[in-house]
C-alpha cells in the first residue's frame, strides 16, 4: 500500500455512519470539537473561497433550543412531505453538540461569471453546483472527523429548509440570506451501527464510458421510491442479500439490486419527468389524500 496511513482512512470511511441515537448525559471536550472542525476548515472549495461558517452549539440550553426548531421541521414534513421516512428528532437532546454549516452565497462571485448574455444560464447553474458541492465536501469533512474522534453524527439537510432556515437564523444570529446546508448532530452512539446498504462496486464502476448494462431503469426508481427506501435506509446490513427476508422485500428487483448488471438488455430510455413521485406503494399510501 502507497500510504501507511491508508487502511486507517478506508476504516473512517467506512465507520462514518448517520446514527440517529444518542447516549444521554455525555459531554466532549472543545479540543475534540476543535480538531473536527479542522476537517471542515481543509475541505477544497471553488476558487478557494471557503464559503462556509461552523456555528457549534454546545450549551445545553441552545442545544434544547435548536431541537425544538429541528422537531417543528420534522412534523412540517410528517404534514407536507407524506410518505418519506423520516425519524423523529428528539434524539437531538442528547447530542453532545451540533455544528451548522451555513452557506454564505455572496462568494459565488468568486465563481467563472458569464461575459456574454447568452451564457448566463450556463454559468449562474455552474456557480450554484460549485457553491453546493463545495458545502457538501465541508460537510463530509466534518463528518469524517467525528468518526474519527469515536462519536458518530448525522447530516440534517432540513435546516436548509427556508421556513427551518428563518428560524434557526433567529436563533443564532446569522444574516437570514445565509443558509444551513448541513446541520450535524454529535454525540456517542447508543448501539453501533456499522453497516449500511450500498451498491455493489461492479454496479457503479464504469470503465472508460458509461456501460449501459449497469443503468437504472425509471421503473427501479420508482420502486425504491414507492417501496424499498425505508429499508434501504435504516438496516444495518451493507448487502440485501443479508436481509433475511431479501424475496420478499425485492421480489423481481433482486437482481437489479444485488446483481453485477442493472439492465440486461443494455437499452436506454428517454429522459423522463421525475419531479414527482410517480409509482404506487407503501409510501403512496402515507400521501394518498393529497394527491
Ligand atoms: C445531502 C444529504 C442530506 C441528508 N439529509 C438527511 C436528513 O435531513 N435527515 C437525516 O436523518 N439524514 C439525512 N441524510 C443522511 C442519509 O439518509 C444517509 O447518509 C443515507 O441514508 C446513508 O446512510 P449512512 O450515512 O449511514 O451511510 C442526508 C445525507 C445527505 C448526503
Given at each position: 500500500?502507497?500510504?501507511?496511513?491508508?487502511?486507517?482512512?478506508?476504516?473512517?470511511?467506512?465507520?462514518?455512519?448517520?446514527?440517529?441515537?444518542?447516549?444521554?448525559?455525555?459531554?466532549?471536550?472543545?479540543?475534540?470539537?476543535?480538531?473536527?472542525?479542522?476537517?471542515?476548515?481543509?475541505?477544497p472549495s471553488g476558487a478557494n473561497v471557503q464559503c462556509w461558517?461552523?456555528?457549534?452549539?454546545?450549551?445545553?440550553?441552545?442545544?434544547?433550543?435548536?431541537?425544538?426548531?429541528?422537531?417543528?421541521?420534522?412534523?412540517?414534513?410528517?404534514?407536507?412531505?407524506?410518505?418519506?421516512?423520516?425519524?423523529?428528532?428528539?434524539?437531538?437532546?442528547?447530542?453532545?453538540?451540533?455544528?451548522?454549516?451555513?452557506g454564505d452565497p455572496r462568494w459565488k462571485v468568486c465563481f467563472p461569471q458569464s461575459t456574454n448574455d447568452e451564457w448566463v444560464e450556463e454559468y449562474t447553474d455552474n456557480n450554484e453546483a460549485i457553491f453546493l458541492c463545495s458545502l457538501g465536501a465541508?460537510?463530509?469533512?466534518?463528518?469524517?472527523?467525528?468518526?474519527?474522534?469515536?462519536?458518530?453524527?448525522?447530516?440534517?439537510?432540513?435546516?436548509?429548509?427556508?421556513?427551518?432556515?428563518?428560524?434557526?437564523?433567529?436563533?443564532?444570529?446569522?444574516?437570514?440570506w445565509m443558509t444551513?446546508?448541513?446541520?450535524?448532530?454529535?454525540?456517542?452512539?447508543?448501539?453501533?451501527?456499522?453497516?449500511?446498504?450500498?451498491?455493489?462496486?461492479?454496479?457503479?464502476?464504469?470503465?472508460?464510458?458509461?456501460?449501459?448494462?449497469?443503468?437504472?431503469?425509471?421503473?427501479?426508481?420508482?420502486?425504491?421510491?414507492?417501496?424499498?427506501?425505508?429499508?434501504?435506509?435504516?438496516?444495518?446490513?451493507?448487502?440485501?442479500?443479508?436481509?433475511?427476508?431479501?424475496?420478499?422485500?425485492?421480489?423481481?428487483?433482486?437482481?437489479?439490486?444485488?446483481?453485477?448488471?442493472?439492465?440486461?438488455?443494455?437499452?436506454?430510455?428517454?429522459?423522463?419527468?421525475?419531479?414527482?413521485?410517480?409509482?404506487?406503494?407503501?409510501?403512496?399510501?402515507?400521501?394518498?389524500?393529497?394527491?
Amino acid at each position: 500500500m502507497a500510504n501507511k496511513n491508508a487502511p486507517l482512512f478506508y476504516e473512517i470511511i467506512e465507520q462514518r455512519r448517520s446514527t440517529r441515537k444518542f447516549e444521554p448525559g455525555r459531554k466532549v471536550s472543545k479540543a475534540a470539537i476543535n480538531r473536527i472542525i479542522e476537517c471542515g476548515r481543509w475541505a477544497p472549495s471553488g476558487a478557494n473561497v471557503q464559503c462556509w461558517d461552523f456555528i457549534v452549539v454546545n450549551e445545553p440550553n441552545m442545544i434544547k433550543k435548536v431541537t425544538e426548531v429541528f422537531l417543528r421541521q420534522a412534523q412540517r414534513l410528517v404534514d407536507h412531505a407524506k410518505g418519506f421516512p423520516a425519524v423523529k428528532k428528539t434524539y437531538l437532546a442528547n447530542t453532545v453538540a451540533i455544528v451548522i454549516v451555513l452557506g454564505d452565497p455572496r462568494w459565488k462571485v468568486c465563481f467563472p461569471q458569464s461575459t456574454n448574455d447568452e451564457w448566463v444560464e450556463e454559468y449562474t447553474d455552474n456557480n450554484e453546483a460549485i457553491f453546493l458541492c463545495s458545502l457538501g465536501a465541508a460537510i463530509q469533512n466534518i463528518q469524517l472527523g467525528v468518526t474519527a474522534e469515536g462519536l458518530t453524527s448525522s447530516w440534517l439537510s432540513g435546516g436548509g429548509e427556508s421556513t427551518t432556515n428563518k428560524e434557526l437564523s433567529k436563533l443564532l444570529n446569522y444574516p437570514d440570506w445565509m443558509t444551513a446546508y448541513g446541520t450535524i448532530p454529535i454525540g456517542y452512539p447508543i448501539a453501533s451501527q456499522d453497516r449500511r446498504y450500498r451498491r455493489p462496486l461492479e454496479q457503479l464502476i464504469h470503465w472508460n464510458g458509461y456501460n449501459s448494462l449497469k443503468y437504472r431503469k425509471n421503473s427501479q426508481i420508482d420502486f425504491y421510491e414507492s417501496t424499498l427506501r425505508p429499508f434501504a435506509m435504516y438496516r444495518d446490513n451493507e448487502l440485501m442479500t443479508d436481509w433475511k427476508d431479501m424475496n420478499e422485500k425485492l421480489g423481481v428487483w433482486a437482481e437489479a439490486f444485488t446483481g453485477k448488471e442493472t439492465n440486461p438488455s443494455g437499452k436506454l430510455e428517454p429522459k423522463a419527468d421525475f419531479s414527482k413521485p410517480r409509482a404506487i406503494g407503501p409510501a403512496t399510501k402515507r400521501r394518498k389524500k393529497d394527491l
